[in-house]
């Protein structure tokens, strides 16, 4: 790391009362304040090999070409912009002491990253995870959680949030309410459908009639979005899994076993409820029907045991 005994004065002085401002006035974190030394400090070790001394001297084309010299010491996209909002900070700190005309780095962006592919979990690992017997009421409630995510590829706040008038288990089907307050309605399969029984047999040991949620803690009120990623972690922790598993590992994993085995991406798309109208224009004339002939066909915990699949009726149009 460069310091600030190794630096001119003219830069050394800025970036010293600039530290000093994030920990006294700002009360940023020693962890955080570290960041930003190493941030800055990098930038000012280029600034001295651009033969600049001074913070006022660089410009917008200075900090686009450093930016294209962290491009290419390999840095990601969401690291160069890490740096450039430091930049930015310690400039507009440099404007209200008066030692600077401007803020160079406000109007630079940094590249794009490749997207990074959501982690998924094998079949075989998802039937472990769910093949596990529950030990206690409490575990009965966490497996048809876990069941349900996976079966039906919720998000953690659409499960969370769920009440059972949102169940239709004879129906194998469930009405969400995912992002922006749209509903969809999604298909549960017989495995999920099972383990919500099981829960729903004993969930009147915690909580009375007058709670509408489907997922209750052991004190009796709704369940938070906290405690069910805890004990999804937890359980992958009894079942051995190899990664730590999360909410949406679960989702990512439905999605991908899906279109692994259907290769209908359209009708995935539907199933989760994508949010951006943009992307999921297309998909919004696809009829239930056929969404949930995909699923019965697809998804590998959807069948039921004896390998029929009973007819389902469509949603009514009115939403009741």
Known sequence: MVTAQTLPETLAAPL???????????????????????????LAAWLEQQQLTAWADL???????????????????????????????????LLREGMARDNPALDVRA?????????????????????????????????AMFELMYSSGLRLAELASLDLSALDLSGR????????????????????????????????????EAEPAVFVSQRGGRLSRRSIQDRLARWGLRTGA??????????HSFASHMLESSGDLRAVQELLGHADIATTQVYTHLDFQHLARVY??????????????EPRKSPDPKGH
């Open 16 to 42: 010293a009362g600039f530290f000093r401002y994030l920990a006294s006035e700002k009360r940023y974190s020693p962890r955080t304040c570290e960041h930003y030394q190493r941030d800055l400090g990098r």
């Open 296 to 309: 019965d066909r697809s998804h590998p915990r959807a069948r039921r045991r004896s390998g029929t699949i």
């Open 173 to 208: 089907e469930v009405r969400v309410l995912g992002k922006g307050s749209k509903e969809r309605l999604v298909p549960i399969g017989g495995k999920a459908v099972d383990a919500l029984k099981r829960w729903l047999a004993v969930r009147g040991q915690y909580t009375g």
């Open 242 to 251: 190899d990664q730590r598993l999360h909410p949406h590992l679960l989702r």
């Open 111 to 143: 590249p794009k990253s490749g997207r990074r592919l959501p982690k998924v979990a094998d079949v075989d690992q998802i039937q472990q995870l769910l093949d596990a017997p529950p030990e206690d009421p409490l575990e009965i409630r966490d497996l």
């Open 59 to 93: 410009s917008i084309h200075h900090v686009r070409r450093y930016v294209a010299n962290l491009s290419r010491g390999g840095l990601s996209g969401q690291s160069i912009a890490r740096h450039l909002s430091a930049i930015r900070r310690f400039y507009d700190f």
